[in-house]
C-alpha cells in the first residue's frame, strides 16, 4: 500500500482554507438582456430543484440502505454498482465505471477506553484512526503526557518514552471559517503517532477534530511516514468532552493511568471503482466539465453530509439540466471519486487516466463540505477566470450565494489543476459540519430536505454559467 503523506492530508484540507481578504463589493441591479435570459433560466433550475429534486430521495437511499462505505468494504462496493444504476436511470449519455486500487482498512471490534482517578472508573468515547494499527489483544495501559501541539511534542521528546501522549489542541473558534479551525490542528492527528514513536511513546490519543463539546469521538486518517513498521504505535481519537474532563483530571493526579484497546487491521489493497457519467456537449463535445464528489466514506456513520450530500447534488446537476431541456456545449461528465477518506486514489487515477487519454478538461466543480446552507464559491482558476467568475454574483447572490472568493477547491478534482482549468468548490455554511464530521452521527436525519436542494440548485447555476461563458476559445490544449 502507497504511505499517505501530509501533503495528501492538506489537499483534502485546502478545500475551504481561503487565503482572500474579501473587498466590499457594489453589485450592480442593471443587468444586460443576456443576463436576464441567465437570471430567468437560473430561477427554473431554483424551482425544478424546490419542487422536483431527487437528492434528497437518492441520499436517503444511499445512507439507509447502504450506510458507511469505506474503500475496499462491501458496502463500497454495493454503492458503486447503486451508483451506476442511478446514473443510468438519470438518462445520462453515458454510463461507465473507471477501476481503481484501494487501501482496505477496517475497524475491528468496538474500541474500549477508560481509566481510574479517586477509585472511580471513568470510560471514555473512543475510536481507533484510520490506517492505526491495533493494541495487544489485551489492551495498552500507560501514563499519559498532555500535549497541545507536535511542536510541543517534539520539544518534549525522550519524556515521551513509554508514554500515552494526549493531543488535546482544540479548535481555534474566534474563526469563522470552521474549516480553517479544522485546518490548524489536524496535523495532529495525521501525524501524532509518527513523531511521537521517534521518541519511544507507546500510544497516542487525539481530541476529536471539532467546534463542539460532545461524546462522539471523530476518526479520521493518520499516517506513519517513513519510520519502519516495528516502530508503529496505536492512535486513536476520544471526544471533545472525555478529552476536556482527562485534562482536568491530569491536574489533579499527573500519573494516572489511561487504558484503550482497538483491534483495526489494514489488509491488502482491493479493487474498486470511480463511477462516470456524462451529458455530451453539442458544440464542444471534447471539451469537459467535471462536477463530483466523494463516493466513500468513515464507516462509524452513514457518511451523509460527508459526502452523500456532495454526490446527490453533483448528480443532481446533470438531472435539473435535462429536466430544464438545457443542453450544454461542453460535455458535464458527473463523477463520483472512490476513497477520497485515506488515500484519494480514485482522484488520482481519474486525473491519471484524463492526461493518457489526452482529455480537455476546462472546468471542475466539487462539494465535498456538507449539505447545509449554500453560501458560495471558492475558485481555484488564473486571475481572468476568477475575475470571471466573480462577475457572476449579481446572478447569484439573490440565492444567498454571496461569497465568491479565491481559494481551494477540493481533493478530488485538485489533480486536475493546470494554468487553465478552472476548478471550484462548493461552499454552503460550515457551522455545523465538524459537529457531524466522521463521527457516528453522520447520519440522513442530520440533512436539511431543502438545504441541500438548495445546494443542487446553486452547484447546477454555476455550471451552467460555466458552460455558457467560460470557455470561448480553444485556449486548453492536450
Known amino acids: 500500500m502507497k504511505k499517505i503523506t501530509l501533503w495528501a492530508l492538506a489537499s483534502s484540507l485546502f478545500i475551504a482554507c481561503t487565503t482572500e481578504t474579501k473587498k466590499p463589493e457594489v453589485a450592480s441591479n442593471t443587468l444586460s438582456s443576456e443576463e436576464k435570459i441567465d437570471s430567468t433560466n437560473i430561477k427554473q433550475l431554483f424551482n425544478t430543484a424546490l419542487t422536483k429534486g431527487k437528492s434528497y430521495e437518492w441520499l436517503r437511499d444511499l445512507t439507509q440502505n447502504i450506510g458507511g462505505r469505506l474503500s475496499g468494504s462491501p458496502e463500497a462496493e454495493k454503492a458503486v454498482l447503486w451508483s451506476k444504476e442511478l446514473m443510468k436511470n438519470v438518462g445520462l449519455d453515458s454510463v461507465w465505471l473507471q477501476p481503481v486500487m484501494v487501501p482496505h482498512w477496517v475497524r475491528g471490534e468496538k474500541e474500549e477506553a477508560y481509566y481510574t482517578i479517586n477509585g472511580e472508573k471513568k470510560n471514555v468515547p473512543i475510536c481507533a484512526l484510520g490506517f492505526s494499527i ?19 511534542a517534539k520539544e518534549m521528546g525522550d519524556k515521551l518514552k513509554g508514554k500515552i501522549v494526549f493531543f488535546n489542541g482544540a479548535f481555534d473558534n474566534t474563526l469563522i471559517n470552521t474549516f480553517q479551525a479544522y485546518g490548524g490542528c489536524v496535523g495532529q492527528r495525521f501525524s501524532g503517532a509518527r513523531v511521537c514513536s521517534e521518541f519511544g511513546a507507546k500510544g497516542v490519543i487525539v481530541r476529536s477534530m471539532t467546534n463542539g463539546i460532545d461524546d462522539y469521538p471523530h476518526t479520521g486518517t493518520m499516517g506513519y511516514g517513513d519510520i519502519p513498521k516495528e516502530q508503529y504505535i496505536p492512535a486513536a481519537a476520544i471526544s471533545s468532552r472525555a478529552a476536556e474532563l482527562l485534562s482536568n483530571d491530569l491536574k489533579t493526579n499527573p500519573n494516572l493511568e489511561f487504558y484503550f484497546k482497538q483491534s483495526c487491521e489494514t489488509l491488502p489493497d482491493a479493487p474498486s471503482h470511480n463511477v462516470i457519467g456524462e451529458i455530451k456537449g453539442t458544440e464542444n463535445p471534447e471539451k469537459i466539465i467535471v462536477v463530483g464528489g466523494h ?4 464507516d462509524l456513520g452513514e457518511g451523509a453530509h460527508d459526502d452523500g450530500t456532495g454526490v446527490v447534488q453533483s448528480l443532481e446537476v446533470a438531472y435539473l439540466f435535462k429536466k430544464n431541456s438545457i443542453k450544454p456545449k461542453n460535455t458535464i461528465r458527473i463523477v463520483f471519486f472512490m476513497n477520497e477518506e485515506n488515500g484519494t486514489r480514485g482522484a488520482k487515477e481519474y486525473a491519471e487516466q484524463a492526461k493518457q487519454n489526452n482529455e480537455i478538461h476546462v472546468a471542475g466543480l466539487e462539494s465535498d463540505a456538507g449539505g447545509h446552507t449554500p453560501r458560495g464559491f471558492s475558485i481555484d482558476a488564473n486571475g481572468k477566470n476568477t475575475q470571471l467568475v466573480k462577475s457572476w454574483k449579481k446572478l447569484l447572490a439573490p440565492y444567498g450565494l454571496h461569497d465568491l472568493i479565491k481559494g481551494g477547491s477540493g481533493a478530488d478534482i485538485g489533480p486536475l489543476k493546470n494554468d487553465e482549468i478552472t476548478l471550484v468548490g462548493y461552499r454552503p455554511d460550515s457551522q455545523r459540519y465538524f459537529d457531524y464530521h466522521h463521527t457516528s452521527i453522520d447520519t440522513f436525519d442530520k440533512v436539511n430536505k431543502r438545504e441541500l436542494e438548495l445546494g443542487s440548485a446553486s452547484m447546477a447555476s454555476l455550471v451552467y454559467l460555466m458552460d455558457k461563458y467560460l470557455y470561448t476559445e480553444d485556449k486548453v490544449k492536450p
Do not use: F
Not at 491495533?134 to 510541543?152: M, Q, R, Y
Not at 463516493?295 to 468513515?298: A, G, R
Open 134 to 152: 491495533a493494541t495487544p489483544s489485551n489492551g495498552l495501559t500507560g501514563e499519559v503526557v498532555e500535549v497541545k501541539s507536535l511542536d510541543e
Open 295 to 298: 463516493l466513500d466514506s468513515w
